[in-house]
Nanobody, 116 residues
Framework: QVQLVESGGGLVQPGGSLRLSCTTS????????MGWFRQAPGKERELLAR????????VYGDSVKGRFTISRDINKNTVYLQMNSLKLEDTAVYYC?????????WGQGTQVTVSS
């Protein structure tokens, strides 16, 4: 069982920045990949960014390319999502995601609200 603990959500004005953190209970290299999704009310869950553990390859969703950056701290077993130039439409619950041995795990979600 993999535990994912997220932090860093909150309220921010349009154009502002936030950084989300996700710490895993398992050594990060024992996970096939880790990433971030979000889900806005009435919409499907959307992939934002993912790091493939074995190759360090990064994949971004089209809606956040150039604004969001995923990174990781191996020593802390933590993945980050730096979000810049936030827009009203970025308001959603953000979820950390990990895949290990074909099993998928989710964090509890953290609310990000972009509002003036």
């Amino acid at each position: 069982q993999v535990q994912l603990v997220e932090s860093g959500g909150g309220l921010v004005q349009p154009g502002g920045s936030l950084r989300l953190s996700c710490t895993t209970s398992l050594n990060i290299f024992r996970l096939n990949n880790m990433g971030w999704f979000r889900q806005a009310p009435g919409k499907e869950r959307e992939l934002l960014a993912r790091i493939i553990s074995s190759s360090s390859r990064i994949v971004y969703g089209d809606s956040v390319k150039g604004r969001f950056t995923i990174s990781r701290d191996i020593n802390k077993n933590t993945v980050y999502l730096q979000m810049n130039s936030l827009k009203l439409e970025d308001t959603a619950v953000y979820y950390c995601n990990a895949i290990s041995k074909q099993l998928e795990y989710w964090g509890q979600g953290t609310q990000v609200t972009v509002s003036s």
